[in-house]
């Protein structure tokens, strides 16, 4: 067990919010049938991914008061897709954004690095 604590809330219905973000995407950025037929591809696999909130409440956390590039979550295959601070959302966080304690973080990738780094690192 990390010494850190986090919280931790995976969200339970992934199969209905990955059905709102596609819904989003055809209604808003697919305009050409070639995506399309990339979307349908059944080679997807996304059974083993996850989005997952995860919340920053130790000072001393190996994230706490760093950006996202320092914090390299991305060479462990985990993406930010936002953060929330202070109730102001930063949707699509670039690597200079600071990440410091009491933020929630929307992150996406595999549910067992996620889980593997959440506990060890966070």
């Known amino acids: 067990m990390a010494k850190w604590s986090m919280g931790l ?9 990955f059905a709102a973000q596609m819904a989003y995407l ?8 070639p995506f ?13 991914y996850t989005v997952s909130e995860v919340t ?10 760093r950006s ?12 930010v897709l936002s953060i929330e601070r202070n109730g102001h959302m930063t ?3 670039r690597g200079s954004e600071m990440i410091v304690p009491g933020d929630k973080l929307l992150i996406y990738g595999r549910q067992a690095q ?9």
């Open 9 to 17: 809330c995976f969200w339970l219905n992934r199969r209905k919010m």
């Open 26 to 33: 055809e209604k808003n950025l697919i305009k050409s049938p």
């Open 36 to 48: 399309c037929q990339i979307c349908e591809d059944e080679s997807l696999n996304l059974e083993e």
């Open 56 to 65: 920053l409440t130790d000072p001393l956390a190996p994230l706490a008061n």
């Open 68 to 79: 996202l590039k320092e914090t390299r979550l991305q060479d462990c295959g985990i993406l």
């Open 91 to 93: 949707h699509v966080p």
């Open 114 to 122: 996620i889980k593997k780094y959440a506990g060890q690192a966070m």
